[in-house]
């Protein structure tokens, strides 16, 4: 009796399929840029199109679509940073409301609410059109890669009625310091101009390295190229084929007792993924507590329990988009740093105009 049931229930299950409104059913989206989105990165554009922004979409699960290839830019593959033109024609495969799917197993992203309570500590300067952050190591600029919020989340749930919040630029997670966000479309393409390799902002970073420098000032040009190969993480290597960078390196200090350890002001010139990194790397010089491009057993002599990245970016001057006068923002390292700056015998002062 159970086997001659089973077609009718099958054809019940199919009817009742068939009968679903169409917003069940995604369908595949051809969106054309307009001029409002005008040199808008391919990622800002799904978050928006996709409604991450508001919340309605896991803001991971758009990067996986593109890193996937389910994202087509003009019938072609993109990567999250690629810069649309009016005309192109951007491919939106189906993608259910997950906040609101009960079938789908998706979940708002869990702030604790002790990151949210810090979020005010953590702003250094805002004003009508621009927030400037410091960011904690340990901490993404937005969610993705396995992380299921990051700053410009955080932000986001700390203030709740904010017209838009928008990333200028990025910083890698285990990098502290300083990052800046857009209020505005207006804003954000303004400040997005200045960060662009050809732009105005200036980005100086401190950074903690093994060894003893010999150049007081020291110019970094090794192109870098990213090696990523299936199964695993991606690097970041010197290679002759690789992308122009240039790393400006001032000696701030170095040790006076116990390891050689140099204290280093870092300019960069170009926004290469993890730049400072592998051209300290490369120089022979590697940054303190850098698990993908440091020195594992000289970390490991320095404390009981390896330290975090000693990378932090510590002054940003740049051009205020709405009147263009001149904003610069410091920041000191996290307070972690001091104990084996004093160990080293190295003291750190940090102004606008050093």
Not at 96 to 114: C, E, F, T, W, Y
């Amino acid at each position: 009796m159970t086997a001659e049931k089973r077609p009718e229930h099958h054809r019940q299950t199919s009817q009742q399929a068939a009968d679903r409104p169409a917003v069940d059913r995604p369908r595949v989206r051809l969106e054309t840029v307009d001029a409002r989105s005008d040199g808008q990165r391919l990622d800002n554009f799904l978050l928006r199109e996709l409604g991450a922004q508001h919340d309605k979409q896991p803001r991971a699960l758009i990067y996986r679509l593109i890193r996937k290839g389910q994202v087509r830019v003009n019938k072609k593959r993109a990567k999250p940073m690629q810069r649309l033109r009016p005309g192109d024609v951007v491919r939106i495969p189906p993608v259910r409301d997950l906040r609101g799917d009960p079938d789908s197993g998706g979940k708002p992203a869990s702030i604790p609410a002790g990151w949210v309570h810090r979020v005010e500590g953590l702003i250094r300067h805002e004003d009508d059109a621009l927030l400037v952050v410091d960011k904690p190591a340990g901490l993404s600029a937005h969610a993705g890669s396995g992380y299921d919020f990051g700053l410009i989340e955080l932000l986001r749930t700390a203030r709740p009625d904010a017209a838009a919040l928008e990333l200028a630029h990025r910083i890698d997670r285990e990098t502290s310091g300083l990052l800046v966000v857009a209020k505005s479309r207006q804003a954000l393409l303004a400040l997005q101009a200045q960060f662009r390799p050809e732009g105005t902002a200036k980005k100086r970073y401190l950074a903690l390295c093994h060894g003893h420098w010999r150049e007081a000032h020291l110019r970094l040009t090794a192109p870098l190229r990213k090696d990523q190969g299936d199964g695993r993480a991606h690097r970041v290597v010197v290679d002759p084929r690789g992308k122009v960078a240039r790393t400006d390196i001032e000696r701030l200090g170095t040790s006076h007792a116990g390891p050689a350890l140099t204290l280093v002001a870092a300019t960069l010139h170009t926004g290469r993924t993890h730049q400072i990194r592998v051209h300290c790397q490369h120089a022979g010089h590697p940054i303190v507590g850098d698990s993908k491009y440091g020195d594992r057993a000289l970390d490991r002599a320095l404390a009981r329990q390896r330290p975090g990245l000693m990378l932090h970016a510590y002054r940003l001057t740049l051009a205020h988009p709405d009147h263009g006068g001149r904003l610069t923002i410091t920041s000191l390292p996290p307070d972690d740093w001091q104990p084996l700056l004093d160990r080293a015998g190295l003291r750190l002062t940090v102004s606008d105009s050093d």
